[in-house]
């Protein structure tokens, strides 16, 4: 083989090398690139559902809030019929136990 040919072979390993370093830096770039951008994507989407999050809970107390206060109209309203039936039962007692009274006293 002649000088000028060994030559022309180094030159083109150098250059092979010289391509191959570029290549791997680019390719450690790009997964350096894509890193980045899912720690952000990831950031964004956690922020996202974070916000979410409060919006939903937010929405669950104002449904609960209804709900207790529906429960509460419900049990008032139950509680003033239980006091209504107990006054008419009150109210008969006292008229039969004065019958009762009236009608013994009544009798000597």
Known sequence: MSMDAL?????AEDEADDIKRQAIQKAREIVLAAE????SLLRNVTKEAQQNSLVLLEKASCEAEKEIELLRKTHENQKQVLINKSNIGMQKAVSLIVGKVVG?????
């Open 7 to 11: 030559k022309l072979i180094k030159i």
């Open 36 to 39: 980045r951008e899912g720690d």
């Open 104 to 108: 013994l006293n009544g009798n000597r």
